[in-house]
């Protein structure tokens, strides 16, 4: 699964501005064809019959000057022969002849990545200075072989990642605090039904990881996701809204930015059953009662904060948005629209617009949910003046 990833994380690279090479190990190319690889990347492929064709410098060596080297899919055997230091092959010669960073996107199944070798190699790896993302926890293999932590990251995080290397993100958020919220929330009927939503999670936790790459200190409170905490950052797991409530209002009272990407449920079970409930041909109606306002909440004790919310509409979306804005002292709403195509629930992309108070708004065009991520922490960083705490 990770290999057909391949062609995906090199079109993402490219929209990143990348251009683009491929070396294509033997056992790739099992997988994903050369015709594939070579038009994501707009560039002929590198494979070991390419190594020794005649040419003014060795392949190794002017493919090593590369500005970043991303091993997409790798698997052990790849990461053994760089820790050993071996130029068996095109791949790990180019690994030993390159001097920029080098990042790992590996995927294997959870007993291979945790066997005390591979281990061993990736530390020896880091210590050299290479960078490693993932692997995340989900299935993994083409017929679903199993579960665990081992599956390739996702083709918008790698771009992202080597992006990252080759331009670190600025630290404007160095010394602050900020809390996200995100995913769904689950309002239970009784012990196995409830009400929730689609939500991926995705934003928030996009927002999460650009907020720590900047050098925040970063609190994520999500709700049921299937996705890995991004690393250095604090996670904190809710499933109602209450819980959530409870958990965002604690965390906010240190914090400089709070983001709230959660889809929280509007309404939750006016009593919620002990038992589950046997189902009955009839008709059946259920008392539910509103959830409490948490960005309201948290704009009413606003202080020196930075607020963002998040609204979906289908219609008269910037009116609303901000006067929801106004309603609950946010600083600013992202206002997205869940029927475009591309950019519902659960997607990589998102396309928003960005509401002031006043209904001053900037439309951006369709981006990764990462790219998202940065433009809303560059408004952010706009309205925090340096050295200003919290009040």
């Known amino acids: 699964?990770?290999?057909?990833?391949?062609?995906?994380?090199?079109?993402?690279?490219?929209?990143?501005?990348?251009?683009?090479?491929?070396?294509?190990t033997a056992a790739a190319l099992h997988f994903v064809t050369p015709l594939?690889?070579?038009t994501a990347a707009d560039s002929p492929l590198h494979t070991d019959r390419t190594w020794f064709a005649p040419q003014p410098v060795a392949q190794h060596l002017s493919l090593a000057r590369a500005d970043v080297v991303v091993c997409v899919g790798a698997g052990a055997d790849l990461l053994s022969r760089a820790a050993q230091g071996r130029a068996s092959d095109l791949a790990s010669a180019t690994l030993l002849s390159v001097r920029a960073p080098v990042l790992w996107v590996p995927a294997m199944n959870q007993a291979m990545w945790l066997h005390p070798a591979v281990q061993g190699n990736v530390a020896t790896v880091q210590n050299w200075g290479h960078r490693f993302l993932g692997p995340e926890y989900g299935r993994f293999g083409?017929?679903?072989?199993?579960?665990?932590?081992?599956?390739?990251?996702?083709?918008?995080?790698?771009?992202?990642?080597?992006?990252?290397?080759?331009?670190?993100?600025?630290?404007?958020?160095?010394g602050r605090r900020v809390v996200v919220s995100a995913g769904p929330t689950r309002e239970y009927l009784d012990p196995v039904r409830f009400i929730s939503n689609p939500s991926s999670g995705k934003m928030g936790f996009a927002v999460a990881q650009v907020a720590r790459d900047r050098g925040a200190e970063v609190v994520l409170v999500t709700g049921p996701?299937?996705?890995q905490g991004p690393p250095g950052?604090?996670?904190?797991?809710?499933?109602?809204?209450?819980?959530?409530?409870?958990?965002v209002l604690d965390a906010a009272r240190s914090a400089d930015v709070v983001v709230m990407t959660a889809a929280v449920a509007d309404y939750r079970a006016a009593e919620q059953k002990g038992e589950k409930q046997a189902k009955v041909a009839a008709e059946m109606t259920v008392a539910l009662v509103p959830n409490p306002d948490i960005l309201a909440e948290l704009g009413a004790d606003k202080g020196g904060r930075v607020l963002v919310g998040f609204a979906m509409e289908t219609h008269a979306g910037v009116e609303r948005a901000a006067a929801k804005a106004q309603r609950k002292n946010a600083d600013f709403i992202l206002l997205?629209?869940?029927?475009?195509?591309?950019?519902a629930f659960g997607g990589d992309d998102n396309q928003v617009t960005l509401v002031r108070p006043d209904g001053t708004h900037e439309a951006w065009p369709r981006l990764s949910k990462l790219e998202v991520a940065h433009r809303i922490l560059d408004e952010v960083a706009r309205r925090l003046l340096p050295g200003q705490p919290v009040s």
Do not use: C, W
């Open 1 to 24: 699964m990770a290999a057909v990833k391949a062609p995906s994380a090199l079109r993402r690279l490219r929209e990143a501005g990348f251009v683009t090479h491929v070396i294509a």
């Open 36 to 38: 594939s690889l070579s």
């Open 142 to 174: 083409s017929h679903g072989e199993g579960e665990g932590l081992g599956r390739m990251a996702e083709p918008e995080a790698i771009a992202a990642a080597a992006l990252a290397l080759v331009h670190p993100a600025p630290q404007d958020l160095k």
């Open 225 to 227: 996701v299937n996705l």
């Open 233 to 247: 950052v604090e996670v904190r797991h809710i499933e109602s809204a209450l819980q959530l409530r409870d958990a």
């Open 336 to 343: 997205n629209y869940p029927t475009r195509e591309g950019t």
